[in-house]
């Protein structure tokens, strides 16, 4: 194995870590939202945005250099599937996001819908729980 798959696999990790950070960290952002009239503080929410940007810098980061090592190495594309170009409008927590055409449902950030690292059957559960507590 070359030092570049070993960097694929490094980025790889890295991008699908910072992606449950920022799930995380919007999950939390939510429930002090909610909260901050009884026991938050202002400043919870600013550490809680603080991470999230952090995580989010992290995530770009990683999935430039994934886009960069592509070239040089075959990995499929599997991991498009998986990861994506995150912009601004992707960053939001599950019950914001803009209404599709059926029964006026809201359209889901792909960062709540992909899998990669962790088992399918975790995320599926965790999407599952994050739903249930909107």
């Known amino acids: 194995m070359d030092l570049r798959n070993i960097e694929w696999q490094l980025r790889y990790a890295q991008a699908h870590d ?27 929410i600013s550490r809680i945005q603080a991470r999230i940007d952090e995580a989010t ?28 170009e995150l912009k601004a409008e992707d960053i939001r927590g599950l019950g914001v996001g803009e209404m599709d055409d059926s029964e006026g449902h809201r359209t889901i950030s792909w960062i709540w819908r992909t899998t990669g690292v962790a088992e399918v059957a975790e995320t599926d559960k965790c999407l599952h729980s994050c739903k249930r507590s909107q």
Do not use: C, P
Not at 19 to 24: E, K, T
Not at 57 to 84: C, N, P
């Open 18 to 44: 910072a992606l449950n950070d920022i799930r995380s960290g919007l999950h939390l952002h939510r429930f002090d939202r909610g909260q901050r009239a009884l026991t938050r503080t202002a400043g919870n």
């Open 57 to 84: 810098h992290k995530y770009r980061t990683a999935y430039a250099a994934l886009m960069v090592l592509s070239r040089f190495i075959d990995e499929g594309d599997q991991w498009r599937r998986e990861l994506a």
